[in-house]
């Protein structure tokens, strides 16, 4: 996944509103209560338990994301238009997706004037888009602010993203574990990133050390691979040449982890295992398939398009989390990065998206 900027970091993964963090995931553990002892409660949840996909008010939902020119990106705009599509009170009003910051900002003013309900924006760079999001958050347009923060926190109603450092935890514990179930000391351990100046390359990265150093291991060697299939085959090249063993490996991103898995092959090495990112559709199915060094991949899902129309949604028609007792959307919403395995690949198969 290219250019994803980190967004709120809680203390641990979930969701966070008013200092609290609700774990993603156990959202349905709403506080209930059917007691007659306790009747505040249950009316409190009756009010909000309600069905949350029924029809409601029309609400036209405005959709701006970077060009899909990566498949990460070409999911989260398939997955944004097909959760629209799912609900008859939205009109889904969609701009052309560019790379270009000043014609992303020409197109969401475009949506500003044509006065939609709310905004799910994905930007190309959040601090350039910054302003223009807080244009339509002055203009009473409450914006979903999708994967990639806007700094001002005014900008934006609602936050949703990946959880960069959580990413990087989830790998560090698979191939820490492993290898310390398999007795190996002092491993050789290698990792490709995407843009190592990114901050979430970084947090990533942060993650992986952190998560390598609870079973004393450290990463041997780490090079940027620029979220692209052929910087990911020759960044590969390169440190399989360098490393005659290796024990394990992370590669950050499923996409350019088509071009790492094809040095892998032309290499012939086998030695050691792999541990992918993001949670593509491919793979999921080398995954499946085994054979290969691919056995695990970490999730940062595309889903959370999806995720952001449904949330926008809410906003837009006044109504909250069905399964929460508070009344409103949170503001920031953190999803997990789990680690998709052959024993579980079936069941995240259908989240994978195409490279």
Same mark, same amino acid.
């Given at each position: ?9 809680? @203390?641990?993964? !979930?969701?966070?509103?008013? +200092?609290?963090? $609700?774990? %993603? /995931? ?131 109603? @609602?936050?949703? !993203?990946?959880?960069?450092? +959580?990413?990087? $935890?989830? %790998? /560090? ?183």
């Amino acid at each position: 996944m290219r250019d994803h900027q980190q967004g709120p970091r809680p @203390t641990r993964r !979930g969701v966070l509103f008013g +200092g609290a963090v $609700v774990a %993603a /995931g156990s959202l349905a553990a709403a506080c209930t209560s059917n007691s007659e002892d306790d009747p505040a409660p249950a009316a409190q949840a009756g009010s909000l338990g309600g069905d949350n996909d029924k029809q409601g008010k029309q609400v036209t939902i405005g959709f701006s994301a970077p060009a899909a020119d990566h498949g990460w990106i070409a999911a989260i705009a398939k997955n944004a238009e097909g959760q629209a599509k799912k609900y008859k009170d939205v009109t889904f009003k969609p701009v052309e997706p560019t790379n270009d910051i000043n014609q992303q900002i020409s197109a969401v003013e475009s949506l500003i004037r044509a006065k939609v309900n709310v905004l799910v924006i994905l930007p190309n760079d959040g601090e350039q888009l910054n302003q223009v999001a807080r244009k339509a958050m002055d203009a009473g347009i409450p914006v979903v602010n999708l994967d990639r923060v806007f700094p001002d926190k005014l900008s934006y109603r @609602t936050w949703i !993203g990946g959880d960069n450092y +959580g990413m990087g $935890v989830s %790998a /560090g514990h698979y191939i820490g574990k492993k290898l310390k179930d398999k007795g190996v000391s002092n491993p050789v351990i290698v990792e490709i990133q995407g843009i190592a100046t990114l901050p979430l390359t970084q947090d990533r990265s942060k993650g992986f050390a952190d998560a390598l150093k609870s079973y004393g291991f450290t990463v041997t060697a780490k090079q940027d691979a620029k979220f692209t299939v052929e910087s990911g085959n020759q960044v590969a090249t390169n440190l399989l040449q360098a490393h005659k063993k290796i024990d394990a490996m992370w590669n950050h991103d499923d996409d350019q982890g088509v071009g790492v898995l094809a040095a892998i092959k032309q290499s012939g090495r086998k030695e050691f295992f792999m541990v992918g990112g993001a949670g593509s559709a491919n793979a999921m199915r080398d995954i499946k398939s085994g054979g290969g060094v691919l056995e695990a991949t970490v999730t940062y899902p595309p889903t959370m398009a999806a995720s952001a129309i449904k949330l926008g949604r809410l906003i837009a028609q006044g109504k909250g989390m069905a399964d929460l007792v508070e009344l409103q959307v949170p503001q920031s919403v953190t999803l997990a990065s789990e680690t998709v395995t052959k024993d579980n690949v079936d069941q995240y198969m259908p989240l994978g998206f195409e490279s």
